[in-house]
């Protein structure tokens, strides 16, 4: 299996733009999770869907966030429209069992966003 | 709320030795815990996880303690190589969360 793969890699974006990351969870994986990463804050859970339903979106910042998952193998987190503060990597994960049931968590590389 | 703290930020060691990375919660109660290694450019990777109602979990040269009285888990390399070096992240997790510590930097010096 390729493992959780998200693009782009890096992204590059001006301040009032719309950015749109991407995930491919692991074949089979119910569970899909968004996180944002900084130095000062370190990982910070944004969504949690199982069944490709949300069930969690209480980390999700502002309305300026947005994520879906129209079926089981794809995911994208928006943002609309982008600031500064937002710059930071953002990682997907997934996993195979729901939230709670001891089932480690398969991150993707991150997508590494600046927004100038 | 919830607050997790790894014992520092970054912790230097000579090789051979064995390294102690220390993760304390407060304001929750975990069914279990896990820890992740993350390098440079890369996503987090799982290593090993303990449940409440373990007091110790092994894997090769890997070690893990979970206490929930002291709601602390110690996370132990021993014969530490350079190839060690990175940041390890725990994880106190149960049925509604999945938080992270903010990570401890471990470099191993040759």
């Known amino acids: 299996d390729a493992g959780v793969i998200q693009s782009p890699r890096h992204e590059v974006t001006e301040m009032g733009q719309e950015v749109t990351l991407r995930c491919k969870p692991i074949s089979g994986h119910n569970s899909l999770f968004w996180y944002r990463q900084t130095m000062m804050r370190g990982l910070e859970l944004l969504i949690y869907?199982?069944?490709?339903?949300?069930?969690?979106d209480s980390g999700m910042p502002e309305d300026r966030f947005s994520a879906k998952m129209p079926n089981a193998s794809f995911s994208t987190l928006k943002i609309q429209p982008s600031e500064p503060r937002d710059s930071a990597v953002y990682f997907c994960a997934s996993s195979s069992g729901p939230w709670g049931t001891n089932e480690k968590l398969f991150f993707g590389s991150g997508t590494q966003l600046s927004v100038l | 709320s919830q607050k997790i703290e790894q014992n520092s930020e970054a912790l230097n060691i000579q090789e051979g030795k064995t390294a102690t990375l220390t993760c304390n919660y407060t304001n929750y109660s975990p069914a279990y815990l896990q820890w992740y290694r993350q390098d440079p450019g890369r996503g987090p990777v799982f290593l090993l996880l303990i449940r409440e109602n373990e007091k110790e979990k092994r894997k090769e040269r890997l070690k893990v303690t979970f206490d929930t009285t002291l709601k602390q888990s110690l996370f132990h390399i021993t014969a530490s190589q350079p190839a060690d070096s990175a940041t390890y992240l725990c994880a106190p997790s149960g049925a509604n969360n999945l938080f992270f510590g903010t990570g401890t930097r471990l470099t191993v010096i040759p």
């Open positions: 869907f199982n069944n490709n339903v949300p069930i969690d």
